[in-house]
């Protein structure tokens, strides 16, 4: 599976978006872009993926570029319960494993 | 929808001794689960693919006779630490793929097991 590079770390206030950037220029044809977030001691949660154009749930929007080299997660509306560290990660999907990297720690301020 | 559940949360127990920990898929059919382990400050690290009915697939590293998992069922895999040692202390993760979708992983509250 390709690797990812992101960001350690970003903040930003809260009501406000909250723009997580992720690198995965190796990214094959076949290789979706999954993003999942991990709340403090508690499993990773599944936020949305793509493969190639965007896509918008109640969560977040996945921008993911005409290249399909780099992507952006989108939380529109950040609230403090959004503080987490953010996984960015590349795979295949069906039926393979998830490689997780050190991901983003997203910290939302009153 | 999609919940998987775990048990214990945490548990302690003495070197030497062994830990069952078990994962539950409890709405939906799972022929693939996958445990993973987290050591503070650092990200989760895939130990194993569990398939229901056959033998899991351990990532390079993982020693399979130390950790034992087994999948009976399409809604329990179950993952025992034999002989655990403090360096075994760690948070244990397993996620399940519902049977026949291909793109979402749902991952349990994770187990928090200290070995003393």
């Known amino acids: 599976d390709a690797k990812t590079t992101q960001p350690p770390s970003m903040d930003c206030a809260e009501g406000r978006a909250a723009n997580l950037p992720c690198n995965h220029s190796?990214?094959?044809?076949?290789?979706?872009v999954y993003w999942y977030r991990q709340i403090h001691s508690q499993g990773p949660q599944y936020i949305i993926h793509?493969?190639?154009n965007n896509e918008t749930n109640e969560m977040a929007s996945l921008i993911i570029t005409e290249d399909r080299k780099s992507s952006t997660l989108i939380l529109p509306h950040a609230t403090l319960r959004d503080t987490a560290v953010y996984y960015c990660?590349?795979?295949?999907?069906?039926?393979?494993?998830?490689?997780f990297g050190k991901g983003i720690t997203l910290s939302v301020r009153p | 929808g999609a919940v998987v559940s775990q048990h214990p949360s945490w548990v302690i127990c003495k070197s030497g001794t062994s830990v069952k920990i078990e994962c539950r898929s409890l709405?939906?059919?799972?022929?693939?689960m996958f445990w993973y382990r987290q050591f503070p400050k650092q990200s989760l690290m895939l130990m194993a693919t569990?398939?229901?009915?056959?033998?899991?697939?351990?990532e390079q590293g993982v020693e399979k006779d130390k950790f034992l998992i087994n999948h009976a069922s399409l809604t329990l895999s179950t993952l025992t630490v034999t002989s655990a040692h403090p360096e075994d202390s760690s948070f244990y993760i397993c996620?399940?793929?519902?049977?026949?979708?291909?793109?979402?992983?749902?991952f349990g509250p994770g187990t928090r097991l200290t070995v003393t």
């Open positions: 990660i590349v795979s295949t999907g069906a039926n393979s494993k998830l490689t």
């Open positions: 190796t990214i094959s044809g076949n290789e979706y």
């Open positions: 793509g493969l190639k």
């Open positions: 569990s398939n229901e009915g056959s033998k899991a697939t351990y």
């Open positions: 996620s399940a793929r519902e049977t026949g979708e291909s793109y979402e992983q749902y």
């Open positions: 709405d939906f059919q799972a022929t693939t």
